[in-house]
C-alpha cells in the first residue's frame, strides 16, 4: 500500500475536504502530520472529520504541538500564550459547535508522536539531534522543532515549519521532506504520495479555500 501525507491542516476544513479528494483509500494509507487546528476558521469540523478517519484502520493523525497546547489548557484550566496567539478563537469554535472538551483532549493526548515503517518516518516537526527527541515538552524534539534535522537512514516527512510557497521542499542531507506549506496563510495544503519503500510519486497543493481563513 502507498502513503498519502498531508501537512499542517490548522483548521482550514474546506480545503481538508478539497485535498482529500485525491486521495484513494483503497490503495493509500493516510497520515496527518498534526496542527489539525488553531488559525483557520474551522477548527471543530476538522477535529469532527479527522475523529471519524481515525476510526478506519487506514489512516493515522499525529500529535502536533497545537494539539498540546490545548491539551494544557484543557488540563491545567490555562495557557495564556497559546489563548493570546489563537486559542481563544478555537475555545469559542469548538463551544458554539458543541465540541465536548474532555472527549477530543482525551483523543488529542493518545495521539501518537510517530508514524515509522523500515523506510518512512513521519513526525510533527521532525527529528534533529537532541536527547529524548519525543518528550513532548522538549523543545528540540519532534513537537517543536525547528533546528536542522539529522538523517536517520529513512525518508523523513514532517510539517510544523511553515514554507510560505505552494510546494513542499526536500532536503538531501537530513533526506526529509517539509511539507508545511502554510495553508493558513492561504499558500494552500500540501500532501505528498509515497510508495511502500518511501519514493515520491507525486505532491500535491490544494489552494486555501478563502472561506477557512477570511
Given at each position: ?22 486521495w484513494n483509500p483503497e490503495k493509500e494509507y493516510l ?135 505552494n510546494e513542499p521542499i526536500f532536503n538531501a542531507k ?15 495544503l500540501t500532501g505528498i504520495k509515497m510508495d511502500n ?18
Open positions: 500500500m502507498n502513503y498519502f501525507i498531508i501537512g499542517d491542516i490548522h483548521g482550514c476544513y474546506y480545503t481538508l475536504l478539497e485535498i482529500l479528494e485525491n497520515i496527518f502530520v498534526g496542527d489539525l487546528i488553531d488559525r483557520g476558521n474551522y477548527s471543530s469540523q476538522v477535529v469532527n472529520l479527522c475523529l471519524e478517519l481515525s476510526n478506519h484502520n487506514n489512516c493515522s493523525i499525529l500529535k502536533g504541538n497545537h494539539e498540546l497546547e490545548f491539551i494544557e489548557y484543557y488540563e491545567k484550566g490555562e495557557n495564556d500564550n497559546w489563548l493570546n496567539q489563537c486559542g481563544q478563537e478555537t475555545i469559542e469554535n469548538f463551544e458554539e459547535n458543541k465540541i465536548d472538551l474532555k472527549n477530543t483532549a482525551l483523543w488529542l493526548k493518545n495521539m501518537p508522536l510517530k508514524f515509522e515503517t523500515d523506510y518512512i518516518l513521519v513526525t510533527h516537526a521532525g527529528l534533529s539531534q537532541t536527547e529524548n527527541p519525543f518528550d513532548e515538552n522538549n523543545m528540540d524534539g519532534v513537537l517543536w522543532n525547528r533546528n536542522e534535522l539529522i538523517n536517520v537512514n529513512k525518508v523523513q516527512v514532517h510539517g510544523h515549519s511553515p514554507l510560505l510557497k537530513s533526506n526529509s521532506w517539509n511539507i508545511d506549506t502554510g495553508a493558513y496563510y492561504g499558500f494552500g519503500q518511501g519514493k515520491m510519486i507525486s505532491a500535491i497543493n490544494v489552494k486555501t479555500n478563502k472561506k477557512d481563513i477570511e
